[in-house]
């Protein structure tokens, strides 16, 4: 059974910095993108980041240079750097897990960015 757990989030305040990890377990075959979503209250789930297997990036226009997403393809653990956070940044953010035996989510870790 394919796992992922989010840790890293909290609170911050605005111009403040915070790492997101996702860690995975289980048995995956043929992943072709990991990444982030995020969902904040009233609003729908948007995409923030984005990495392919080959390490491609693509970022949503509201946190491109802000936000850094890496993996590491051993581990199957992708991270979010996120740096000048900003009270829009707030939101429960997800990570995915893209396959061809399907798409696997974590549970979310919650963001505050407030004073």
């Known amino acids: 059974q394919v796992r992922l757990v989010e840790s890293g989030g909290g609170l911050v305040q605005p111009g403040g910095s915070l790492r997101l990890s996702c860690a995975t377990s289980?048995?995956?075959?043929?992943?072709?993108?990991m990444g982030w979503y995020r969902q904040a209250p009233g609003q729908q789930r948007e995409r923030v980041a984005r990495?392919?297997?080959?390490?491609?990036?693509n970022y949503t226009d509201s946190v491109k240079g802000r936000f850094t997403i890496s993996r590491d393809n051993d581990k199957n653990t992708v991270f979010l750097q996120m740096h000048n956070l900003k009270p829009e940044d707030t939101a429960v953010y997800y990570c995915?897990?893209?396959?061809?035996?399907?798409?696997?989510w974590g549970q979310g870790t919650q963001v505050t960015v407030s004073s």
């Open positions: 289980g048995s995956i075959f043929n992943i072709y993108a």
């Open positions: 995915y897990l893209g396959a061809f035996t399907g798409t696997f």
């Open positions: 990495i392919s297997s080959a390490g491609s990036t």
